[in-house]
């Protein structure tokens, strides 16, 4: 059995591999926390965007402990300002990205937090250049 922080240590190497070189920032305001892993940000436009953190799932909404990933996002960063650093929208068109808040890195702190699981990048989503507006 791995110990905790050789679990975080694979997870930050498994998310690191998630960004490729070319990747975007987008900046704005955290509106809602849909789950444990999508968020609508609100831009500088004042247009909002679905956020989906990259590299890492989540309990939906109504499965066990969907309201408690849910909760420990958005005490993180509901109505904060953050950066998303992204590089494909998935096939719900929703922007992936990885967030950081105050420097950290929220993607990483969801899992060392027990509230989310590593998703290797194995296989890529429906890919695209440009995030749509929700």
């Known amino acids: ?8 240590t694979r997870a930050l190497l498994c998310l690191l591999l998630v960004f490729p070189v070319l990747a ?5 305001r955290v509106a809602r926390v849909i789950d444990g892993d999508t968020v609508v940000l ?3 436009s004042n247009q909002q965007r679905r956020i989906r953190l990259a590299g890492i799932d989540a309990p939906e909404r109504k499965q066990p402990f969907g309201q408690k990933s849910k ?23 929703r ?7 105050d420097g950290k890195d929220v993607d990483l702190a969801m899992v060392r937090a027990g ?8 296989c890529p989503r429906a890919e695209s250049s440009r995030p749509a507006a929700v």
């Open 42 to 44: 609100l831009d500088a």
């Open 95 to 101: 922007i992936v990205g990885k967030i950081i808040h």
């Open 1 to 8: 059995m791995l110990s905790k922080k050789r679990h975080a």
């Open 71 to 93: 909760q420990y996002l958005a005490a993180q960063i509901a109505g904060q300002e953050v950066s998303v650093d992204w590089h494909k929208l998935d096939r719900y068109h």
């Open 115 to 122: 509230v989310g699981l590593v998703v290797p990048p194995l």
């Open 24 to 28: 975007d920032t987008l900046q704005g």
